[in-house]
């Protein structure tokens, strides 16, 4: 019996690839449905895949071949180098009892306004301009925080020049504030 070239396409579990008149077979990163011990196919000298009979059996002068085996995870590469200082005014981590968790050193505290529940005000070593402080990014994973340094002229912020304000409110609402902790950025 004389084997046969099988033809593979790019979909096929097998993954073989040729490049000029070699053939490579893909064995790195293929998940098979074959489970851990991968796939066997007839490989013949010049590495070409062919058909095996219908008894599994290779042809005449091709070898039976793993593919899309999984071998052990390689060990841990060395940790690179420190990447070089970020360019941020200041940031930080706040709770929602208004707590400063953690942040950059020109970062002084956090605290609640007072005035109502879901707003704070974060106080810096140095006072920053209110044309930095517009320019915040502040994010929640519990609520929508929907005011970043809201008017001053409302009775409700309590907050220093310089500091910045932000309010949590309710998902879905822009009325209701309500505590929830914060992540902020000044760039």
Do not use: H
Request: hydrophobic content about 45%.
């Amino acid at each position: 019996m004389r084997a046969r070239p099988v033809l593979v396409t790019a979909a096929a579990t097998v993954g073989v690839a040729v490049i000029g008149a070699s053939t490579a077979v893909a064995t790195d990163g293929v998940r098979v449905s074959a489970g851990s011990a991968g796939v066997k196919v007839c490989l013949t000298k010049k590495n070409v895949v062919v058909g095996a009979s219908a008894k599994s059996r290779c042809p005449k002068g091709a070898k039976k071949k793993r593919v899309a085996v999984r071998g052990p995870q390689g060990a841990r590469g060395a940790t690179g180098a420190r990447g070089p200082a970020g360019t941020a005014t200041a940031y930080g981590f706040v709770s929602a009892s208004g707590a400063l968790v953690s942040g950059s050193p020109n970062v002084l505290a956090a605290r609640p306004t007072g005035v109502a529940g879901g707003a704070y005000c974060v106080t810096f070593r140095t006072p920053i301009a209110q044309s930095r402080l517009v320019s915040a990014v502040v994010t929640s994973a519990d609520r929508t925080v929907v005011a970043i340094n809201p008017d001053r002229s409302t009775s409700r912020i309590s907050c220093d020049p310089g500091e910045l304000v932000v309010w949590t409110y309710a998902i879905g609402t822009a009325t209701t504030l309500q505590p929830a902790p914060f992540q902020f950025l000044v760039p």
